[in-house]
């Protein structure tokens, strides 16, 4: 395993929030950053477009005075998510706003391009990508990828089906760089397990979204907290691809989450069909997504203290046999 020296001596634990599509915010990635873990938002979330300088300015700045005035704590990288598909118009936009504040680290979805990993490379950064299998996983370090994000059965969003001790153990047969795993994770003892297997990094989101810096409405907080891992449906109605949603969250929508019809991939779009009736709700705003591991949430907290309690829980997690 090995670990970049962009974070060396950065983290508090190994763990990087994943970007949690409309959920973060600056507010949210300096929190997790301040408190050492990968703080991160895809460039997405910034609208306008013209919008993203700006995170990423303020991001940069409070970062740089909370190491200034805590040169012994210093804060964990942050990082920018780009959706590498056609359908992402603002691509060349994002990437350019990210070359001009040699953005530390870049994570990369739905597809992985050569000229965007050199980019990053040419300022600076480094670059993980999320797979849901190793074909994705091997077409990613062909080019150019420096990590890879494992986003196995359990995890949030746009999930895979592998399970996570199968995906590290396969990926670890023929890859030696980064691996962050993302499936379920949502205490300390899910962290040290991530490491255990394999992974540098575990990956994070749902338990994120019951934040108070998390840009979630109250009752999509509320619902993760009070949900577990039977709330959890894997459909791909909503986006085009597979995804984890909460149940209630279906319910709510007017929806039977047992009988969901299966979408068409090639059609990723939302809103209304040709006669102007509304499709199907929309993924995110609507239908909200989730991973397994939620059952370990009981409460809305901020950042930093869900983050201390990790810290607390993975550095008490060994195994009973040998305590």
């Known amino acids: 395993m090995s670990m970049p020296s962009l974070f060396k001596g950065r983290l508090s634990i ?31 979330n910034a609208r306008p477009a013209s919008l993203l300088d700006e995170w990423i300015a303020r991001i940069k700045e409070e970062l740089a005075a909370h190491d200034k005035a805590h040169p012994d704590r210093l804060s964990a990288p942050f990082a920018v998510n780009q959706i590498v598909h056609k359908s992402n118009n603002r691509l060349d936009h994002d990437l350019a706003v990210c070359e001009k504040h040699k953005v530390p680290m870049l994570i990369t979805s739905l597809g992985a391009r050569e000229d965007l990993n ?53 990926t670890r047969a023929w890859f030696d760089g980064p691996i962050a795993l993302s499936g379920a994770i949502a205490n300390g003892r899910a962290i040290r397990a991530a490491r255990v297997l394999g992974a540098d990094f575990a990956y994070i989101g749902s338990a994120f979204i019951a934040t108070r810096e998390a840009n979630a409405v109250e009752a999509y907080k509320e619902m993760i907290t009070s949900s577990s891992a039977e709330d959890i449906v894997y459909s791909n109605l909503f986006t085009g691809v597979h995804g984890n949603y909460l ?68 550095e008490e997690a060994v195994d009973p046999a040998l305590a």
Not at 15 to 44: E, H, M, R, T, W
Not at 151 to 158: C, E, I, L, Q, R
């Open 14 to 44: 190994p763990v990087i929030g994943s970007p949690l599509f409309i959920i973060s915010v600056p507010d949210l990635v300096i929190a997790q950053c301040k408190a050492g873990v990968v703080g991160s938002f895809p460039a997405l």
């Open 118 to 170: 050199q980019a990053a490379h040419n300022w600076g950064g480094i670059v993980f990508h999320d797979v849901i299998n190793q074909k994705f996983a091997h077409k990613a370090v062909e080019k150019g990828a420096d990590g890879l994000i494992l986003v196995a059965a359990g995890a949030g969003g746009h999930a895979g089906t592998i399970s996570p001790l199968a995906f590290v153990a396969e």
């Open 247 to 314: 149940k209630p969250s279906i319910v709510k929508a007017g929806l039977n989450p047992d009988e969901l019809p299966t979408s068409d991939p090639s059609k990723m779009s939302f809103g209304t069909d040709a006669s102007g009736e509304r499709a199907k709700p929309k993924a995110w705003k609507e239908i909200w997504g989730s991973g397994q591991g939620i059952g370990n949430i009981g409460q809305v907290l901020p950042a930093a203290e869900l983050i201390a309690r990790f810290k607390k829980e993975y």
